[in-house]
T-cell receptor
Framework: DTAVSQTPKYLVTQMGNDKSIKCEQN?????MYWYKQDSKKFLKIMFS???????INETVPNRFSPKSPDKAHLNLHINSLELGDSAVYFC??????????????FGPGTRLLVL | AQSVTQLGSHVSVSEGALVLLRCNYS??????LFWYVQYPNQGLQLLLK??????LVKGINGFEAEFKKSETSFHLTKPSAHMSDAAEYFC???????????FGTGTRLKVLA
């Protein structure tokens, strides 16, 4: 069974379009994250939700809007896509928020290419 | 505030040779430290982590890392490299009591036959 899954795996779209990426975890974790990995492999956190509540919101354009319908899902909607949004987007989840046992588990990534 | 520096964006070793990937951190609170591995076109997988206790941490695939507070380092080692170790390796830090992870810029390990 896949612990953290993302759909789609690949996404190619035109500038100006709106797209969504979905993430689901079956680990029973309370916290989920979205990361962006650029072409130089730099990995930066974008958002984090704990029990459907937003707890981390980095300096991300407001074209990006996360939505957590329940603890097991964290979706990312992107409006008016730009060339600079091309990257790999990773979803992750964890338990024991902030504690020593907390470990993040990552999804396989969604490769977004904006043309 | 926390930060992570990984020295060497690319490291090449011969098969069977020692692997040493360097990570230095800064943290205003006691840190939790992590090493992740990313194989091509895949997500990140946890190799090992340090939270408290023993400073020498053993992980999967024969890797280990030692937390050295005096040097603010958490270098990753493996005695004998295998071809399957070729991947991107990320060091990460999280302050105790916080939930924000800071990742280093990664080190690509190449294993030569």
């Amino acid at each position: 069974d896949t612990a953290v899954s993302q759909t789609p795996k690949y996404l190619v779209t035109q500038m100006g379009n709106d797209k969504s990426i979905k993430c689901e975890q079956n680990l029973g974790h309370d916290t989920m994250y979205w990361y962006k990995q650029d072409s130089k492999k730099f990995l930066k956190i974008m958002f984090s939700y704990n029990n459907k509540e937003l707890i981390i919101n980095e300096t991300v354009p407001n074209r990006f809007s996360p939505k957590s319908p329940d603890k097991a899902h964290l979706n990312l909607h992107i409006n008016s896509l730009e060339l600079g949004d091309s990257a790999v987007y990773f979803c992750a989840s964890s338990q024991d928020l902030g504690g020593p046992q907390e470990t993040q588990y990552f999804g396989p990534g969604t490769r977004l290419l904006v043309l | 505030a926390q930060s992570v520096t990984q020295l060497g964006s690319h490291v090449s070793v011969s098969e069977g040779a020692l692997v040493l990937l360097r990570c230095n951190y800064s943290s205003s609170v006691p840190p939790y430290l992590f090493w992740y591995v990313q194989y091509p076109n895949q997500g990140l997988q946890l190799l090992l982590k340090y939270t408290t206790g023993a400073t020498l941490v053993k992980g999967i695939n024969g890797f280990e890392a030692e937390f050295k507070k005096s040097e603010t380092s958490f270098h990753l080692t493996k005695p004998s490299a295998h071809m399957s170790d070729a991947a991107e390796y990320f060091c990460a830090v999280r302050g105790s009591g916080t939930y924000k992870y800071i990742f280093g810029t990664g080190t690509r390990l190449k294993v030569l036959a």
